[in-house]
Nanobody
Framework: QVQLVESGGGLVQAGGSLRLSCVAS????????MGWYRQAPGKQRELVSR???????IYADSVKGRFTISRDNAKNTMYLQMNSMKPEDTAVYYC??????????????WGKGTLVTVSS
């Protein structure tokens, strides 16, 4: 089994910064693409950013220039540095990763989410 655990959420004022972390643990052989998604109240879950195994990155237009995704493969950890935050960034942020386990089976996993609230 594989677990993804997010941390780093909280309350921040507009213009402030937060850094989210996602740690993967369990029977892991390798981790390919990883990503951050968010879901605001009453809205669908949406992609924030993704980082591929080779380091390539994708960002939603709404966060380009403000958020930076990164990963530490040795620690099976992914980060999201969020700067110049806006009230519309308020959401539950979820970690997602494609994990190949030690038996070579692979699938996408989700964390349980961490709440980010940006006050105006």
């Amino acid at each position: 089994q594989v677990q993804l655990v997010e941390s780093g959420g909280g309350l921040v004022q507009a213009g402030g910064s937060l850094r989210l972390s996602c740690v993967a643990s369990g029977s892991i052989f390798s981790i390919n693409a990883m990503g951050w998604y968010r879901q605001a109240p009453g809205k669908q879950r949406e992609l924030v950013s993704r980082i591929l195994g080779g380091g390539g990155t994708i960002y939603a237009d709404s966060v380009k220039g403000r958020f930076t995704i990164s990963r530490d493969n040795a620690k099976n950890t992914m980060y999201l540095q969020m700067n110049s935050m806006k009230p519309e960034d308020t959401a539950v942020y979820y970690c997602n990763a494609y994990v190949r386990q030690k038996d070579y089976t692979g699938m996408y996993y989700w964390g349980k989410g961490t709440l980010v609230t940006v006050s105006s």
